[in-house]
């Protein structure tokens, strides 16, 4: 069971009460009546889908209803850490670990063997 | 031919559970889905009777009538006396938002040494003394449904459901009632 830490319940739940609400840090366009319709995909539909770190917006939909910010690793889906919305991207290097590590089911083979 | 429209409640006569965990369909009561800044706080409260809690996972109590905090600016509050509190809430004269949402939601107490054992058959959350103490209380999930927890007692769980969902969680609680009689 993945544990994600909540910043607003300040608190570990598990993922089951967390909805995953895509990109993060996405800044919507103020002029987007005059922008072309190529400016607009890139806004609206064009992601990196990165292998390795990932910003996304997560919500805590059966609990606290709100939507926060996290780090995750798209390999290890490991959560780096997570932030309140509206906060500034984090300097992960600088930043404690909110989560212990994933339980992979590689992991878990491996240890049964 | 019925002439007369009877009310009836989700759960109406229905008993269950084992020996370790009792299950009992709650009383009727009122309550409301109230959202507030923090600023309306205070006049909110006076006007309710109990103090909003603001951290998370606290509720207060006065009496019959206990508030639940769900998110930053977000309360569940009940009367198990039935109050008017949409009346109580409005005559803050602050800024709110009040649902009724007293026919939406009904209410199981789960009491006995395995009351904890039993809701987590279906819930995730750790709802060991320590983490979640007297008074502690959670929006989460409980199966496919979700749920209001609100611990009373020691062996004790107010546990809060949508009406529509009410047959299915009282079903697998059943079944959590039974495992934990093992
Ligand atoms: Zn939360």
Redesign the interface.
Known sequence: ?LLIYCP????E??E??FRNGGDAHIARPTNIAEISDEEFEAYFFLRDNPKGVIFERWRHI?????FFNAARDTVSDRFLTTYKAGEPKPDLDAEPKTSAEVETYEALEGAAQ | MADQAIRKAPLAGLRGGSHAAILTPAAPASRISLRAGKDAVPALSAALGVTLPLRPKTSASSGKRHALWLGPDEWLVIDEDDADLMAAAGSSGALHSAVDVSHRNTAIIVSGPGAEVAINSGCPQDLSLGLFPVGACSRTIFGKAEIVLLRTAEDTFRLECWRSFAPFVFGLLSEGAEDAAH
């Open positions: 069971m607003y319940c300040e608190e739940r598990s089951l009460e059966h609990g606290c209803g709100r």
